[in-house]
């Protein structure tokens, strides 16, 4: 017995020694350690790599790790040799040239997704023997894909998408790739042609090559990747007919074929396999848009799968098929701009689930059937530029009172007469309508008023009579009108005062009489806007002004009003002043009650002639102070019970104010409520607003690309200062292009911040919605908590109305349909010359970085730092 437990003993022993080895470093683990320290040195940005240090003294624990195990994204197998590299988000700036993959040998996922790595992917990466997940996306990697890939035998991951890599795909790279599942190439710079062999990847779930610039046709293999989920081709230059084989393709379950040039008929969904795509039984996206199909559009659903289906923008004609009556799943619907005819399809309201339907620009006709509007899901209903005629039935819910979800209608260039349905008004959640270039007749139905979100209006073009509702000036969100072209008469309400959303207005071509509301946008407005009318007068150039005087009581009838609905808020005080940045205070030695006098002088005690815009919370005024330097001041008015609300807004901005230094923010020099006035004193910026400049082809076309590089870059670097710099983190809620304004360089500065907010650090950041309608993030709808991520997303939108000269609205509509790629050169403002080839790249960065700033998703959204940088990269 004593010699078996002496036995046992060295044995326990002998395990003992054995575990302990383990403990230490291994040669191989200090020649992995040497390696990534080597490359480390390369980096310029280090942050998250601070645990890499060397030695590293021994840790014994329940995971038995040691040496670069330690290390943040690094990870091991029980020899204690590196098996995973994962460092997504780290913001790492480098390449990979100096990363000795050959001292890696049982490296087996190598994850470097969204930094900023740069120059070409090293040949030496094939030495990876075991490597099963290579995930280099969102980088900037550049030149040609290495045939040593095909070394890479165990990969079952290969994204390398939103990059810089260029050339053709060398058909040898799909050799060896027989466990590959996942491989995404989009939206970098490949050519050519797609290799046949593509279709020895077998076992491939997800395919995702759109957004390159492929030409040729879709390979007749692609049918074999049977196990395919995921295909996307969109963006590219592909052409001819689809191939038949893809009705192989039985688990596919989203499809994207936009945006090519793919032409003949749509294969029908029935039939054998061999003729048509009758096994495609799984799909639930489908996306044909922007190509040259023609032919009847299948009868798509003979599977109940279907969720969203485009095919915008070819050359489809017929009917709509009857087979869409079985697509209960159906989610998406856009079918627009294309030749389909015959009358709506009379069972779309049977959809319990549709939410977005788009049948804009055919030669649709008939009538709108009490079944076709009770679609109660909609928030988008598009059936502009058809045949469409008769009323809209209106007789009682849930016709279109029902429609409780609708944020947008547009049935304008139809055909359609009658009264416009009073039930309009009680689609609460309505953002836009449209009902332009149609024959409705008699009055505009007074509970429009209640649409409190309206932010766009457009009934022009109809035979409306009698007077506009005084209820339309309750529509305070609303940014863009129009009523040209009808038959009111009467005068123009003054609740139209405290419309001040509004930006662009028309009321021409009318028996319109009487004087102008006493609002700003009316005082700036054209005169185009108000011609061809029965006798209107105001302070716009071209009309005659109003009676000085009233035969009543010798008042102006103009003031008289006004002074009974604003009021000047008043609080006597001093001068508060920001002495940091105080530079011109600080020259002068003036106390507050000088400057204020000084202030008043240069004005002229705010005379009209010193009057530049209007900002969030009153009028803005152009001061010359005796130093020559021009302020720009911003008076606080309220109307009767706003006082409340503007004093916290600008109590708001001060604040934040107050907080931030940048070269790409206005500067804010205090504010003062000596007197009889309360404002706010900022720098002078010359050159006004950007949505000003880019509204004004002149100005616009002077607007060249490297400046316009420069305004987005100044942007998101004022962005990235806010969220990133500032501690709390300070969003701006409103970024929006009458927010920029540009000085005379054409720098950009953000400005008007009323409704930023300083982060709290407990995350319960929950706000009322606020900024401006087509820059707001979706998810704040239904969340109502503001996150850096909203500004990310109006950051996205503002960016493409830089390149694009114009808000994006349709792009943004087709991005929330599953149309994801955009063809930059498409998209380009035509008033500037086209960009220089040296402009190309980075005008290109920034249409690739505005639209990762649009995800639906927040969390799929880029931070501002990261955009900041990357643009600057480019």
């Known amino acids: 017995m004593a010699y078996r437990g002496k036995c046992v003993f060295l044995a326990l022993l002998t395990v003992c020694c054995l575990l302990l080895s383990k403990l230490e470093a291994t040669p191989n683990s200090e020649a992995e350690a040497e390696a990534l320290l080597r490359w480390k040195e390369t980096l310029e940005n280090q942050t998250s790599l601070r645990s890499w240090t060397w030695p590293v003294p021994l840790k014994i624990n329940k995971n038995v790790t040691t040496g670069p195990c330690t290390w943040f994204g690094i990870a091991c197998n029980m020899a204690g040799s590196v098996t995973e590299i994962n460092l997504p988000n780290a913001q790492l700036r480098g390449n990979l040239s100096s990363l000795d993959f050959s001292s890696l040998p049982n490296l087996i996922s190598l994850n470097l997704n969204h930094s900023i790595i740069t120059g070409p992917i090293p040949s030496q990466i094939g030495t990876l023997s075991r490597l099963t997940h290579l995930n280099l996306s969102m980088n900037f990697l550049s030149g040609n894909l290495p045939l040593s890939l095909t070394n890479l035998t165990n990969l079952s991951l290969l994204y390398l998408g939103n990059n810089l890599i260029s050339g053709e795909l060398d ?25 046949p062999e593509i279709g020895l990847l077998t076992n491939l779930k997800e395919l995702a090559l759109m957004d390159n610039r492929f030409s040729g046709s879709i390979p007749f293999e692609i049918g074999n990747l049977k196990n395919l989920d995921v295909l996307a081709l969109s963006g590219n230059h592909l052409t001819g007919p689809i191939p038949p084989s893809l009705g192989n393709l039985s688990k596919l379950t989203i499809l994207f074929l936009q945006q090519n040039n793919l032409s003949g008929p749509f294969p029908q969904l029935s039939g054998s396999v061999p003729e048509g795509l009758a096994n495609l039984s799984s799909l639930k996206i489908l996306n044909l848009g922007d190509n040259k199909f023609s032919g009847h559009l299948p009868p798509l659903c003979l599977g109940s799968r279907l969720q969203t289906f485009t095919a915008s923008s070819n050359n489809f004609s017929g ?47 008939g009538v709108l059937s009490y079944n076709w509007v009770g679609c109660r899901q909609l928030t988008s209903l598009k059936l502009a530029g058809n045949k469409i005629t008769g009323e809209i039935p209106s007789q009682v819910p849930p016709e279109i009172g029902g429609l409780s979800h609708l944020e947008e209608l547009d049935f304008s260039a139809n055909g359609l007469s ?41 009934l022009s073009q109809n035979v409306l009579t009698g007077e506009i509702p005084f209820q339309l000036g309750n529509l305070i969100m609303l940014e863009h009108l129009n009523l040209s072209h009808n038959n009111l008469s009467g005068a123009i309400p003054s609740s139209f005062r405290q419309m001040t959303g509004l930006t662009t207005i028309d009321l021409s071509y009318n028996e319109l009489e009487g ?40 008042t102006s009838p103009e003031n008289g009003a006004q002074s009974k609905e604003r009021k ?58 005796p130093t020559g330097h021009a302020l720009a001041i911003k008076i606080i008015q309220c109307l009767e019970g706003e006082e409340i609300d503007k004093i916290k807004t600008s109590q708001n901005e001060i604040r934040v104010l107050t907080e931030i230094r940048h070269r790409n923010i206005v500067k804010f020099y205090g ?24 509204s004004n082809d002149k100005e616009a076309q002077e607007l060249g690309w490297s400046k316009r590089v420069d305004i987005v870059r100044g942007i998101a670097n004022a962005l990235s200062y806010m969220h990133h710099d500032c501690s709390p983190p300070i969003i701006h809620r409103d970024i929006s292009s009458k927010n920029v304004l540009l000085n005379s360089e054409l720098e950009a500065c953000i400005s008007d911040f009323g409704t930023a907010r300083i982060m709290k650090t407990d995350s319960s950041n929950w706000t009322l919605v606020a900024g401006t309608y087509g820059y707001i993030a979706p998810e704040l709808a239904y969340t109502m908590r503001a996150t850096e991520k909203c500004d990310v997303y109006s950051f996205g939108v503002l960016a493409l109305e830089v390149i694009m000269g114009e808000h994006p609205k349709e792009l943004l509509s087709s991005l929330s349909i599953g149309e994801k790629s955009i063809e930059v050169m498409e998209v380009l403002d035509l008033r500037p010359p086209p960009p220089a080839v040296l402009f190309e790249k980075q005008v290109a960065s920034v249409v690739k970085q505005a639209l990762s700033c649009l995800s639906i998703r927040p969390n799929s959204r880029p931070t501002m730092q990261w955009v900041s940088q990357a643009i600057m990269e480019a």
């Open 319 to 365: 009917p709509i098929p009857k087979g869409l009556r079985n697509c209960e799943s159906l989610v998406r619907l856009s079918i627009k701009k294309n030749q389909l005819t015959g009358t709506l399809d009379q069972d779309l309201g049977v959809y319990p689930n549709l939410g977005y339907l788009d049948l804009s620009y055919n030669n649709l006709n």
């Open 515 to 554: 004087p102008l509301p006493d609002n700003e946008l009316f005082r700036r407005a054209p005169l185009s806007a108000f011609s061809k009318n029965k006798d209107l007068c105001g302070k716009v150039q071209g009309l005659r002004l109003c009676n000085v005087t009233s035969p009543e009581n010798g």
């Open 418 to 458: 009658g009264q416009i349905p009073e039930q309009f008004g009680d689609c609460s959640k309505l953002r836009n309508l449209y009902l332009s270039k149609n024959y409705f007749n008699m009055s505009i139905p007074s509970k429009i008023g209640n649409l409190a979100m309206l932010g766009s209006l457009d």
């Open 171 to 195: 058909p040898r790279l799909f050799t060896n790739w027989t466990r590959l599942e996942y491989l995404e190439l989009q939206n970098n710079n490949f050519t050519g042609v797609l290799p």
């Open 671 to 694: 504010f003062c409520s000596q007197g009889p006035h309360k404002f706010l004193v900022y720098d002078y910026i010359e050159r006004g607003s950007l949505a000003s400049i880019l």
């Open 568 to 625: 000047v808020f008043v609080i006597v005080g001093t001068l508060s002043v920001n002495h940091q940045i105080m530079e011109i205070y600080s020259q002068l030695n003036f106390d507050g009650k000088i400057v204020y006098e000084d202030i008043i002088d240069a004005t002229n005690g705010f005379n009209d002639n010193y009057y530049i815009g209007v900002g969030g919370s009153g009028r803005v005024y152009k001061a010359e102070m």
